[in-house]
């Protein structure tokens, strides 16, 4: 019933800007945690960024440290859509990346799991 798709990657030159977008049906945005993640080949996987939406208000925020300052994670609930402006892009930041979804966790600012995934969109960052 629930789904995911991202979208908005693609190839960028250095210090370009992307917008990654991740629409969700079966599951409201009002009361929702979502995390942005990135995978590199032959890296782990990283959250870059999550945002924990209650009652259609956006909670606090986490950003990496990779992409602090660059990056910038939002939702508009009327298109049941969460996004994440990517700007200053630099080459280490070539990834596939997905979004994450799952009810909020009240205790912690980011989900430590969450059980819905997007199937990823390719940002690649070259000169």
């Known amino acids: 019933q629930v789904q995911i798709v991202e979208s908005g990657g693609g190839l960028v030159q250095p210090g370009g800007s992307l917008r990654l977008s991740c629409v969700v049906s079966g599951f409201t945005l009002d009361y929702a945690a979502i995390g942005w993640f990135r995978q590199a080949p032959g890296k782990e996987r990283e959250e870059v960024s999550c945002i924990n939406s209650i009652d259609g208000r956006d909670g606090r925020t986490y950003y990496s440290e990779s992409v602090k300052g660059r990056f910038t994670i939002s939702r508009d609930n009327a298109k049941n859509t969460v996004y994440l402006q990517m700007n200053s892009l630099k080459p280490e930041d070539t990834a596939v990346y997905y979004c994450?979804?799952?009810?909020?966790?009240?205790?912690?600012?980011?989900?430590?799991?969450?059980?819905?995934w997007g199937q990823g969109t390719q940002v690649t960052v070259s000169s």
């Open positions: 994450a979804l799952d009810l909020p966790d009240i205790a912690r600012l980011c989900r430590e799991e969450y059980y819905y």
